[in-house]
T-cell receptor, first 112, second 115 residues
Framework: GESVGLHLPTLSVQEGDNSIINCAYS??????FIWYKQESGKGPQFIID?????DKRQGQRVTVLLNKTVKHLSLQIAATQPGDSAVYFC???????????FGQGTRLTINP | DTGVSQNPRHKITKRGQNVTFRCDPI?????LYWYRQTLGQGPEFLTY????????KSRLLSDRFSAERPKGSFSTLEIQRTEQGDSAMYLC?????????????FGPGTRLTVL
């Protein structure tokens, strides 16, 4: 079936470095993508979204890149901080019900 | 705190018992979603409501599961005759649908453990 997947299950970076989390999706009809952050014991927290008519969107310390040619999505976090430690999920949606299809997640660990 | 609340936060029950969870969405949000999340996995869609109407149910939602949103505000998810495989985090999310795409705000979840 169609799914959203992630390339790496874990990622460790030094505090202050930039992080890049990748995601591959297979549903070419998807037109909306979201990155969520989930800390232990909490629900997913919205980080940033991007529509399929865009290839880049920037937020505060975060940038999402969308490459529709290869069906690839990435989340860049600049100057990582200890509070960025969490599991990051990409999710896709293709309109209608707007139900989200999530990938497995990448655990980001920030080393001091 | 996203403004979506869920109760209880934790529920431990014995196999075969019935359980009910509650979700209170952000007040002006007309769409409400239920997801299930098992350890190490991303959330999986279960069902959603627009106002009080339940518009879609996943095949994951067996006949032991029922969800309601009677007045288009809070929602309940009931699991009858619980099984150990029902152990998971049950997440609720809400959004205001105006056409196009809108951010879904998630609650903290209810963690269910079936012994």
């Amino acid at each position: 079936g169609e799914s959203v997947g992630l390339h790496l299950p874990t990622l460790s970076v030094q505090e202050g470095d930039n992080s890049i989390i990748n995601c591959a999706y297979s549903n070419s009809a998807s037109d909306y993508f979201i990155w969520y952050k989930q800390e232990s014991g909490k629900g997913p927290q919205f980080i940033i979204d991007i529509r399929s008519n865009m290839d880049k969107r920037q937020g505060q310390r975060v940038t999402v890149l969308l490459n529709k040619t290869v069906k690839h999505l990435s989340l860049q976090i600049a100057a990582t901080q200890p509070g960025d430690s969490a599991v990051y999920f990409c999710a896709e949606n293709k309109g209608g019900a707007q139900k989200l299809v999530f990938g497995q997640g990448t655990r980001l660990t920030i080393n001091p | 705190d996203t403004g979506v609340s869920q109760n209880p936060r934790h529920k431990i029950t014995k196999r075969g018992q019935n359980v009910t969870f509650r979700c209170d969405p952000i007040s002006e949000h007309n769409r409400l979603y239920w997801y299930r999340q098992t350890l190490g996995q991303g959330p999986e869609f279960l069902t959603y409501f627009q106002n009080e109407a339940q518009l879609e149910k996943s095949r994951l939602l067996s006949d032991r599961f029922s969800a309601e949103r009677p007045k288009g505000s809070f929602s309940t998810l009931e699991i009858q005759r619980t099984e150990q495989g029902d152990s998971a985090m049950y997440l609720c999310a809400s959004t205001v649908y105006r056409g196009g795409h809108n951010e879904q705000f998630f609650g903290p979840g209810t963690r269910l453990t079936v012994l």
